[in-house]
């Protein structure tokens, strides 16, 4: 040991974390460091780190896949910023306008340095038996940047690739070597067949909803808003059920898209909803509300003709539940009469 270098390491740009699962939250934090003849991958929780050498000579591709999650924060970001701006325009009390400003300002922080960062990716490192994630590597821009960091190195223990060991698909369009890699041994995950009982059941009582909201808006009544309201919890049970069916099933890429957009109107939605209680808490007695279901039936009481802040926040989500609603069951009704025919062609 004593005659053993010391192998020195270069922290390369990046940080991100790693799932634990399909709908946990994970803690592990993960970065990259370049060695002279390998990259190490650590994932630390705090209390523990785990260590992975990849050698660049057994590096045989670098996959990176862009994604749509930096645009969706954006949207989401701006949505709720949208949100803040309007309730410190049209508010009349002087501490909420204040407390929406500060709202509306911090959303606007996030979505400039959402913007900034760049879009969003997956990275992927593939060796002859293995294809690991590489969490750190979640931005296009930093993914960029390490690979070059590491392609000097690849070269020098691989050696280039010259043209004459490269030949040309004009089928595909595609560049392939002439001795091509060895394929990883991937395990395939088997698809499952989803009728999307569940998302007809979710996008049928979005549209319900939908339809409730619209007629609360013109004509407001306790009794109506109390349904809305459970009809509200009822379809976020049933799309988080929804969202964890679909994992690994033959639903479409459209129905899932409707699905998770589905979601975020749910997180709107309370989010809207907080604001509408805290406009009956300000337009209604501090003495006739005393305890939680006082400030939920002043809640339900409060309609639409009242304020034009609240006839917004009612159009809005009527919109967007008729919206959600028609669009889930159309593609979900299409899905299942598919799956139909071809069990009738079998």
Known sequence: MDGKEETKYKRLP???????????????RCSLYLADDHVLAVDSTGFSEDYKRFHFSDIQAIITRKTRRGAFWSAFLALMMACSFIGALFLEAEP???????FSGTFLALL?????RGPTCICHIMTAVQRYQLPSLNRLRVAHKVIEMFRPAIDRVQGKLIPEEVTFDQNEGMLHPAHPLRQSP???HEIRHDDGTM???????????????????????VIMATLSSLL????????????????????????RRIT?????????????????????????????????????????????????????????????????????????????????NLSRAG
């Open 14 to 28: 990046g940080r991100g974390h790693r799932r634990g699962g399909f709908i946990s939250v994970s803690l592990t």
């Open 96 to 102: 909420l306008r204040i407390f929406f400003w500060i």
């Open 112 to 116: 400039l340095v959402n913007a900034f």
């Open 186 to 188: 991937v395990r395939g």
């Open 199 to 221: 998302h007809v059941m979710a996008f049928a009582l979005i549209l319900l909803d939908g339809i409730l909201t619209g007629i609360n808006l013109f004509h407001h009544t």
């Open 232 to 255: 509200a919890a009822g379809y976020c049970i049933c799309i988080v059920i929804a969202l964890v069916k679909q994992h690994d099933t033959d639903i479409p890429s459209s129905v």
């Open 260 to 340: 998770w957009a589905s979601l975020g109107f749910v997180c709107i939605s309370y989010f809207l909803s907080y604001v509408l209680m805290v406009i009956s808490m300000v337009t209604s007695k501090p003495e006739k509300i005393a305890t939680q279901w006082d400030m939920y039936r002043a809640m339900l009481n409060l309609s639409p003709q009242d304020s034009s802040l609240v006839m917004g926040i009612y159009a809005f989500v009527a919109a967007c539940s008729l919206v959600l609603g028609t669009l889930g069951l159309v593609r979900v009704m299409r899905h299942r009469n598919g799956s139909a």
